[in-house]
C-alpha cells in the first residue's frame, strides 16, 4: 500500500486500535469492549508490556490480537505498534479506561477527510475533578507552552494517550523515546516536519478502583526537565546554545572588566585566576556559539533529507 495521505473514497478503511499495556487487569476488558461497541469493524491489538497481572489473559478472551513487547516502556511499545502493524487508520488509546471515546468515530472521519493526519483527544477542557494530579497538570501546561511558543502552535494538550492517526504519518515517524514522553515526541516531531495536527475536546475520567498509575512524581518532574532540554537542544539547536553563549559570554565580560580596569590603572595583573577564567569562558562562548551554528545547519539538511524521503 503507497504511503499516500487518506482522501475521500467509497472504499473501507482498515482500522486498527492499538493499546498499550501494562498490569490494567482492572480496566483492560472494559476498554476492549467499548471499542468492539463502537468500532466493531476495527482489529483491536494490545501490547502487553511484560505484565504481571491478568492483562494479556483477560484481552485473549475477549478476542483480540495480543503482541508481546518485551522491551519495558510505553515508547519501546509505541514504536513496536508503529512498525508491526497495517491499517489505513490508527486509533491509540491507554489501557487504563479514562479516556471517553464516544467521539472517536468524528475524530476518525477527520483523517478519513483528509483534514489532519493526527487527531488528539484533549483532556484538559472535560476532565473529570481528581482525574489529574496537581504536578500533572503543571507539568502538562508548562510543555503545552514551551512547544506551541516554539513551533508557534496552539495545542491544549500535548501528552494525551488518545490519538487517531493515518498511515501516512504512522509510518513516516521516527520515535526515539522509551517511556512516557512519547507523546510529547510525537506532537513535536508532527510539528516540526509538517503534519496537520488537530484536536477534539474528550472527557477525562479518574483511574476506577483497584487500577493505578505507572507514572510518579518525582519522576515525571525529572522527565519533564529533560524534556525540556531536549526540545531546545535537539529541535531549536540554535536557540539553546545561543543562550548558554550569552550566559558565558556575561561571565566572561564580568570577569574580565575586573581584570581590564586593574590593567589600565596600574599596568599590571595580579587577578591571574580571574583572567584566566574571563578567557576560558569567553573562548568558550565562541565555541558553543558556533555549535549551535552548525548544528542548526545540520538540522536544516536533515529535515530536507527526511521530507524528500517522505514524498517519495
Do not use: W
Amino acid at each position: 500500500m503507497p504511503l499516500t495521505r487518506i482522501k475521500n473514497q467509497n472504499t473501507a478503511l482498515s482500522l486498527a486500535v492499538i493499546i498499550p499495556c501494562f498490569n490494567e487487569e482492572p480496566t483492560i476488558g472494559r476498554v476492549i469492549k467499548n471499542f468492539k461497541n463502537t468500532l466493531p469493524e476495527a482489529d483491536i491489538y494490545v501490547f502487553d508490556n511484560n505484565s504481571t497481572d491478568k492483562s494479556a489473559e483477560i484481552a485473549e478472551a475477549l478476542g483480540v490480537h495480543i503482541l508481546k513487547e518485551k522491551r519495558q516502556g510505553k515508547g519501546f511499545v509505541v514504536q513496536s505498534m508503529f512498525s508491526r502493524i497495517d491499517a489505513d487508520i490508527y486509533i491509540m488509546v491507554d489501557a487504563d479506561n479514562t479516556y471517553e471515546i464516544s467521539r472517536v468515530n468524528k475524530m476518525i472521519l477527520m483523517i478519513q477527510n483528509d483534514e489532519a493526519d493526527m487527531v488528539v483527544g484533549s483532556r484538559l477542557d472535560k476532565c473529570e475533578s481528581g482525574a489529574f494530579r496537581l504536578f500533572h497538570i503543571f507539568g502538562n501546561k508548562l510543555i503545552r507552552y514551551l512547544i506551541n511558543t516554539l513551533f508557534k502552535a496552539n495545542l491544549s494538550d500535548i501528552m494525551s494517550g488518545f490519538r487517531v492517526m493515518s498511515r501516512f504519518f504512522v509510518k513516516n515517524i521516527n520515535i526515539m523515546s522509551p517511556a512516557f514522553e512519547v507523546e510529547t515526541e510525537m506532537t513535536i516531531k508532527a510539528l516540526k516536519h509538517g503534519y496537520i495536527i488537530k484536536e477534539m475536546d474528550v472527557g477525562y475520567k479518574k483511574r476506577p478502583k483497584g487500577s493505578y498509575s505507572k507514572l510518579n512524581t518525582m519522576g515525571d518532574g525529572l522527565n519533564i526537565i529533560k524534556a525540556i532540554f531536549t526540545i531546545f537542544k535537539d529541535y531549536k539547536p540554535l536557540l539553546f546554545f545561543s543562550v548558554i553563549s550569552f550566559i558565558l559570554l556575561i561571565f566572561s565580560l564580568l570577569s574580565g572588566g575586573v581584570v581590564v580596569r586593574e590593567f589600565i590603572k596600574t599596568r599590571y595583573i595580579t587577578h591571574v585566576p580571574l583572567a584566566i577564567f574571563a578567557s576560558g569562558t569567553g573562548v568558550l562562548s565562541i565555541i558553543i556559539f558556533v555549535t549551535g551554528i552548525l548544528l542548526d545547519s545540520v538540522n536544516k539538511r536533515i529535515d530536507e533529507l527526511y521530507n524528500f524521503v517522505k514524498n517519495k
